[in-house]
């Protein structure tokens, strides 16, 4: 597996599918909820099989010239546990860094705090309830160069 931006129409289109498909859909939420008002000023991943065939996505923006934020990380259910989301996150770290962030910031779903944790990421507190339902935490992590 490898990390790739999303270049073409139709990578995007897999690259938004699989976003939908892990994050939205599971609660009935429409095509085209899986998008916000930042996706043209943010930076995308995503990691393909040897078949091009899309198997996690993630997202950054900027809140502020020194915090980044980490949204939308989402790896395909039957390749959960196999270190492609470690991958993704890392690469996301990586552009970050790269792009003059020192903090990275991201609201964790609850059974994501460990994979987070053991990246780094210290919880601050809670953050937004996504549809009523999702609880949410503010994870931290300071990046270094
Ligand atoms: C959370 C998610 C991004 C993690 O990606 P992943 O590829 O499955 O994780 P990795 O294989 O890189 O896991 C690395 C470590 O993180 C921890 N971890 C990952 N998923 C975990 C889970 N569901 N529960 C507990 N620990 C978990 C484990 O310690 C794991 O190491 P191990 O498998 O050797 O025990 C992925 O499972 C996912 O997309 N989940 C559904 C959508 C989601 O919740 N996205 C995050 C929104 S905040």
């Known amino acids: ?14 690259y938004y599918k699989l976003r939908w498909k892990i994050l939205r859909s599971p609660w009935q939420q429409p095509r085209g909820s899986e998008k916000d008002e930042l996706e043209q000023s943010s930076h995308h991943l995503m990691i393909v099989d040897a ?7 993630g997202r950054l923006h900027f ?3 020194r915090e980044a934020q ?3 990380m989402a790896v395909a259910t039957a390749q959960q ?3 492609a989301g470690t991958l993704l996150l890392q690469a ?8 003059g962030a020192e903090y990275i910031v991201l609201d964790a779903r609850e059974h994501a705090l460990r994979f987070y944790h053991k990246q780094g ?16 935490i503010r994870m931290r992590k300071k990046i270094t160069p």
């Open 51 to 57: 078949n091009h065939a899309v198997i996690a996505v």
């Open 81 to 83: 546990r196999r270190g």
């Open 70 to 72: 980490l949204r939308y």
């Open 121 to 136: 990421y210290q919880a601050e507190g809670p953050a937004d309830t996504l549809f009523n339902i999702i609880p949410h």
């Open 92 to 99: 996301l770290e990586h552009k970050a860094t790269e792009l």
């Open 1 to 14: 597996m490898k990390v790739i931006e999303p270049s073409t129409a139709a990578e995007y289109q897999c």
């Open 63 to 65: 809140n502020s010239i």
